[in-house]
């Protein structure tokens, strides 16, 4: 972690009232500043802009915040981050699992995830896609939410967020678009996170937070700004991921896996074509920690994850342990 986002928490530390669940303006203005100049979002009001506390309360709330219920239907990608379906559960909603919208049939669902780049797959959606999605919910009124907490970290491909002019032509109705800092900035323990896009349902996000103390600590939200203020630290922390990339991919290429996607993100899809749990069991009989493709939905079934986020000396025994199996 940066020591100027230390600082900032520390700084802050004497905060004995009540934090601002909307944010401070310091924090909507440096959150907007951030998606203009790191993404190229343009358009953002500086009012569609909510802080959350780390953004698996947010998308584990969303549905239940919005309203959603036993009525509704929420779309989940077919391969996920659990989240997505556990929130639509906790709201009561229904679940369908589709990467297509051909998949849906006459459906119409109340609410839309994507998650581009993917947890777990690192798959990346191109722009064509995007519009697709956005032009056909517009249509039927349907809101989309879309995880972009990897959007900074493409290698083989460049990926673009949903509120980005190219995708939604500078309109963000009905969109959500869901940043972390727990990866740009390694805030996973200070649990910071925000959410932008359409102003009315921020407002109503807003409402109802306010009245669940769903606030964002006040020290936290000093370092966030420090965070979204700085792109060096972020620029190191990209660096630091592509270099693990870099030793770990060929070391599970020449240990005999095939690596699919992983165009972005902090993930290496990757499979030796058996059952994910007896992949799971080789590796750790290397010292590899593995997470079984099946927890994140059935097409895993014969894929694991394998992340960027251990150490570089981790990372270095990782790779070393792999290539040694066939000298």
Wanted: hydrophobic letters at 45%.
């Amino acid at each position: 972690m940066a020591p100027l986002i230390r600082d900032a928490l520390a700084a802050a530390g004497s905060a004995p009232g009540y934090p601002t669940t909307a944010g401070t303006p310091e924090l909507r203005a440096s959150a907007k500043a951030a998606l203009e100049r790191r993404y190229g979002i343009t358009g953002l009001a500086a009012d569609a802009v909510l802080p959350a506390i780390g953004t698996k309360e947010l998308i584990a709330w969303l549905p239940t915040l919005l309203g959603i219920g036993g009525d509704d239907v929420v779309v989940v990608p077919e391969l996920a981050y659990p989240t997505y379906d556990v929130g639509a559960r906790l709201a009561g909603a229904q679940v369908i699992r589709a990467d297509s919208l051909t998949q849906l049939g006459p459906q119409t669902p109340a609410l839309v995830f994507l998650n581009s780049p993917s947890n777990p797959t690192g798959k990346v959606l191109g722009l064509d896609h995007l519009r697709k999605v956005v032009g056909w919910a517009r249509e039927r009124g349907v809101l989309v939410a879309s995880d972009e907490c990897y959007l900074g970290l493409g290698w083989d491909a460049e990926p673009v967020s949903v509120l980005h002019p190219s995708v939604c032509d500078g309109d963000h109705t009905g969109l959500l678009a869901v940043h972390s800092l727990s990866k740009t900035s390694s805030l996973a323990g200070y649990r910071a996170g925000f959410v932008a896009g359409d102003p009315a349902v921020v407002a109503e996000l807003l409402a109802v937070r306010k009245h669940a103390g769903m606030m964002v600590p006040t020290p936290v939200q000093a370092a966030m700004v420090a965070a979204l203020d700085d792109d060096a630290h972020e620029h190191e922390q990209r660096d630091r991921y592509a270099r693990r990339r870099d030793v770990l991919l060929p070391a599970l290429t020449s240990a005999g896996f095939t690596v699919d996607h992983s165009e972005a993100g902090l993930y290496l899809w990757a499979t030796r074509g058996e059952a994910c749990r007896a992949t799971v069991d080789w590796l750790a009989r290397l010292g590899i920690l593995a997470a079984p493709g099946e927890f994140y939905g059935p097409r895993g079934a014969q894929h694991v994850r394998i992340a960027l986020t251990a150490t570089d000396e981790r990372i270095d025994a990782a790779a070393a342990r792999l290539s040694a199996i066939h000298r």
